[in-house]
């Protein structure tokens, strides 16, 4: 039933991306554009002139963030400013869906380390035992070359679920119920340059992350021109 709920609040958001996506170049169809490759997902906000027309389409984005990374860095923000990146969220001692979302996330680092601008992000969701300590263990025991790219990140719980909540738009909660005790979502969170949302993607279906790493050369290639 998660998954039923979560793809249908994913649909929602991709359906809402899509409309605001045609907002914005019906408004701006008389200016210079670069090719939209992915839609944006998340509620939206809209400017208008004295006339009522729509002037300009605000997405959601991002709030603000601080996380500590498994290295002592302090990730905010300004880490990701600029650039692409991917968000999902685990605990170390999962026993369902994580190992599999780690190896997938194994995959795409490497296959697209050529992205110098790519940054990962994947936060606990049980801070209170993944301590650095444990992040460290869990990174060196599998093995991960988490080269100064990949963050394991650390922050006070209920911080951790607010920014899944309320920032990446997924699950992340304590569940009794759920397998390990807590329940968060399998998606991996497709963020842009300017913080916006553009693509989620089940990070325990290795099809849909190479079709992640796909959209990522897209963005890319056709909307940033590189």
Request: with cysteine.
């Amino acid at each position: 039933m998660k998954n039923v709920a979560l793809n249908r609040m994913y649909f929602l958001f991709c359906l809402l991306g899509l409309i605001g996506c045609t907002e914005s170049t019906e408004s701006n169809k008389n200016s210079k554009q670069k090719t939209q490759v992915l839609p944006y997902i998340g509620e939206m906000e809209f400017d208008y002139d004295d006339e009522g027309q729509i002037t300009d389409t605000i997405f959601h984005t991002i709030p603000e963030f601080q996380f500590t990374a498994q290295d002592c860095s302090i990730v905010t923000n300004e880490t990701v400013n600029g650039k692409i990146y991917v968000a999902n969220f685990f605990f170390t001692s999962c026993p369902s869906i994580c190992p599999k979302m780690t190896g997938n996330m194994e995959v795409l680092h490497e296959n697209t380390k050529d992205i110098d601008e790519l940054i990962l992000l994947s936060h606990t969701v049980d801070p209170n035992r993944d301590t650095l300590a444990k992040l460290n263990k869990y990174i060196n025991t599998r093995h991960i070359d988490t080269r100064d790219d990949w963050f394991f990140l650390y922050a006070p719980q209920e911080y951790v679920y607010e920014i899944g909540k309320y920032g990446y738009l997924i699950n992340a909660d304590v569940d009794p119920e759920a397998e390990g005790g807590f329940l968060h979502s399998e998606y991996f969170v497709l963020i842009d340059r300017k913080g916006r949302i553009r693509g989620m993607y089940e990070g325990t279906d290795i099809n849909r992350v190479n079709q992640l790493e796909k959209d990522i050369r897209a963005l890319l290639k056709v909307e940033y021109g590189e």
